[in-house]
């Protein structure tokens, strides 16, 4: 994604606010590197079906369009690649209408599962940074374990190893053993 000029600034404004009602900017609290580094980092997919999520995350653009003032909006901004904070929170999203849940409550579940909650702003600077790009890097290439475990969706009992799995079916299958569903 393009990350200059205003139309980015305030998208990311706007999904840094779906990532929780009250998101604070005092340094020791906030997660604004964070997602700004999530923004960043381009969603690519390789598993059938996939695909079809990183489509349903790019409707954020459409809900974010819908509520500015002006709603003016740049077509070819609308088919830029899809972020991962954007897959995060359509996927949180999904998950909290399966679970009658909360996405701010399965968001944050699938940053602890990476291990990406103790990243505050104040803590953060480029060991963090490659750190964080480490983590992403393995959700997204789907090197994590397979077990899921190292991704988004940790299993207890896999039936079948996770990296092959389109995102869909690990996150069915980690509700339902949580649970959930």
């Keep these: 994604m393009n990350s200059s000029g205003t139309l980015d600034e305030r998208y990311l404004s706007w999904l840094y606010?779906?990532?929780?009602?009250?998101?604070?900017?005092?340094?020791?609290?906030?997660?604004w590197m964070l997602?700004?580094?999530?923004?960043?980092?381009?969603?690519?997919?390789f598993v059938a079906n996939d695909g079809n999520r990183v489509e349903d995350a790019k409707e954020l653009r459409f809900e974010f369009i819908k509520e500015r003032e002006d709603g003016y909006y740049d077509k070819d901004w609308m088919e830029e690649?899809?972020?991962?904070?954007?897959?995060?929170?359509v996927l949180s999203r999904m998950a909290a209408f399966e679970t009658d849940g909360d996405p701010y409550v399965w968001l944050w579940t699938m940053l602890d599962n990476l291990k990406l909650r103790?990243?505050?702003?104040?803590?953060?600077?480029?060991d963090t940074e490659e750190m964080i790009d480490n983590v992403?890097?393995?959700v997204i290439q789907r090197k994590y374990n397979a077990d899921g475990s190292g991704g988004l969706f940790p299993l207890r009992e896999p039936d079948k190893d996770q990296t092959k799995i389109e995102i869909w079916y690990q996150m069915a299958t980690y509700l339902l053993e949580q649970g959930n569903a």
């Design 17 to 31: 606010s779906q990532m929780g009602p009250e998101m604070q900017r005092n340094p020791a609290r906030s997660y």
């Design 35 to 45: 997602a700004s580094q999530m923004y960043k980092k381009r969603f690519d997919w």
């Design 81 to 89: 690649d899809c972020s991962f904070i954007e897959i995060l929170i």
């Design 118 to 126: 103790t990243f505050v702003d104040d803590q953060y600077n480029i």
């Design 136 to 138: 992403l890097d393995t």
